[in-house]
């Protein structure tokens, strides 16, 4: 067997009622915590209940309420000179992915010199910044767990894929109590971003055995419970099995590597301001259809673990009974299509050339085991409107 490196967070807490309890453990880290997190979660009362569980252990808060969009280097500066003025010595991330990405950087720029876009790739982040303690309130980025964030340089338009091991949260807090509030729509978004992840990183030219049995089993939890957790967000299960189930998506793809799909979505949402999960979920049954001929024995074990029956298929052909399986859960969660998000077919078509420029430049796509071309990307740019 080949040797192989597997990385996580060193604690994770998962669970209903868990919260509080690990909120308890934060004053061993550190004294002057900054909380970042957006205005949702200030309104529906979350915010204060972090704060006040961390008041209890005579933490010194500083509280930056203002990522209220997908984040970008502008949240990132603001953050750090918070940070900075108030003399903090760690990061607390509450929220869906925006607050948790932003969290990253803001740990990444207060030890390391320079800009946020002077650390676009991988490996580039010389210095470990402050603890990350990330509290995930939608089941899907998987940033918890995860060595990576996406950073908007509001300048280019570009969304910057930043990766090192520095950015892996000391601890995460996987609460599934504060999903209940969760819409339908974001809910059915953050689903198949994490369904996403999980079909990634299984089909990886990087894949590797651990994290393919996370994958397998995110995508089983995945098939079962989105669509309850969907119907009914009361649903405490299915719930539960959705946050656990994009944990280990992001498990899965931070130790192997995402493909197509998110090398695709990443210029989308910078172009056209859509959410990361959106983005992927419109994207994500072209890019399949596209990408199964390179491992169809792999996409055939993804169809099993959908729920397809083996009744002596070929592997192609069960592996295209998968992509009819997930094309369906889309459909019953109302995924739309790129033009269903309102978006204008000719501005969409200018900016073709860019995002598949985009989408290669970021490097994903070349993991995917059918190596796409730039006019590949294009046709599932355009099939996917």
Not at 94 to 116: F, H, Q, R, W, Y
Not at 216 to 223: A, F, M, P, V
Not at 235 to 263: C, K, P, Q, Y
Request: some cysteine; glycine content about 8%; hydrophobic content about 40%.
């Amino acid at each position: 067997m080949d040797s192989y490196r597997f990385l996580t967070p060193p604690i994770i807490y998962y669970g209903l009622g868990t919260l509080e309890g690990a909120c308890d453990k934060l004053a061993k880290i550190g004294n002057r915590p900054l909380v970042v997190t957006d205005k949702i979660m200030i309104n529906i009362g979350y915010a204060d209940r972090v704060v006040n569980y961390l008041k209890k252990q005579k933490l010194e808060i500083s509280l930056f309420n203002e990522v209220n969009t997908e984040p970008t280097d502008r949240y990132v500066e603001k953050g750090t000179n918070l940070f900075k003025e108030n003399h903090c010595d760690f990061v607390i991330a509450l929220g869906g992915g925006s607050p948790i990405d932003t969290a990253k950087a803001i740990s990444l720029m207060v030890s390391n010199p320079g800009e946020i876009q002077d650390y676009m790739g991988l490996g580039k982040v010389k210095q470990n910044g402050p603890p990350i303690v990330a509290i995930p309130t939608t089941s899907g980025t998987g940033s918890e767990v995860t060595q990576f964030t996406i950073i908007t340089d509001t300048k280019k338009d570009v969304k910057m894929l930043i990766g090192s091991e520095y950015l892996i949260p000391k601890i995460a807090i996987n609460d599934p109590a504060l999903t209940m509030t969760v819409s339908p729509s974001i809910t059915a978004a953050t689903g198949i971003d994490a369904l996403t992840h999980a079909i990634e990183a299984y089909t990886s030219r990087r894949h590797q055995p651990l994290a393919d049995n996370f994958a397998l089993s995110s995508i089983k939890r995945i098939s079962k419970y989105l669509r309850r957790a969907w119907a009914n967000g009361d649903d405490e299960e299915a719930r539960s099995e959705m946050m656990l189930a994009a944990m280990e998506a992001g498990i899965a793809f931070n130790n192997s590597s995402v493909t197509i799909v998110h090398g695709m979505s990443r210029p989308l949402g910078a172009l056209f301001h859509i959410s990361h999960g959106i983005s992927n979920a419109v994207l994500l049954p072209a890019c399949l259809e596209y990408a199964i001929m390179g491992l169809p024995e792999r996409f055939a074990n993804i169809a099993k673990a959908m729920g397809a029956k083996d009744s002596n298929l070929s592997d192609l052909d069960l592996a295209k009974e998968g992509l009819i399986l997930i094309k369906k859960l889309c459909e019953d969660v109302e995924i739309p299509s790129i033009s269903g998000l309102g978006i204008d077919k000719n501005n969409f078509t200018k900016r073709l050339d860019k995002m598949a420029t985009d989408a290669l430049a970021s490097g994903s796509p070349y993991n995917t085991a059918r190596k796409p071309s730039k006019e590949d990307i294009i046709k599932i740019y355009e099939k996917s409107f």
